[in-house]
Nanobody, 118 residues
Framework: VQLQASGGGLVQAGGSLTLSCAAA????????IGWYRQAPGKQRELVAV???????NYADSVKGRFTISRDSAKNTVYLQLNSLKAEDTAVYYC?????????????WGQGTLVTVSS
């Protein structure tokens, strides 16, 4: 599985952005795709995840502001970021977890930088 993340940029506080994560390759084996972020000096943290069945989960810090969704026909997962805050500034990474014959693998896309100015 290969992942291509895009959509980051500079936005003012209160603004919105949409991140995209396009998957290619053995997408049939993907069990979930998630968005993570890493701010300077901090550990990478889970932001949101969507399973192959469509269930979603969010970090408490983004609930009500961010929405993860998918377009199965395009093998693309989106993260809609609304009401952005300065503390949302980070490099955002998408992750695809796949399972083939019981072997679980994680694949990461390149990061996309989101900068929120206050």
């Amino acid at each position: 599985v290969q992942l291509q993340a895009s959509g980051g940029g500079l936005v003012q506080a209160g603004g919105s952005l949409t991140l995209s994560c396009a998957a290619a390759g053995s997408t049939f084996a993907i069990t979930s795709i998630g968005w993570y972020r890493q701010a300077p000096g901090k550990q990478r943290e889970l932001v949101a995840v969507i399973s192959s069945g469509g269930s979603t989960n969010y970090a408490d810090s983004v609930k009500g502001r961010f929405t993860i969704s998918r377009d199965s026909a395009k093998n693309t997962v989106y993260l809609q970021l609304n009401s952005l805050k300065a503390e949302d500034t980070a490099v955002y990474y998408c992750n695809a977890r796949s399972s083939v014959h019981g072997v679980v693998r994680d694949r990461w896309g390149q990061g996309t930088l989101v900068t929120v100015s206050s």
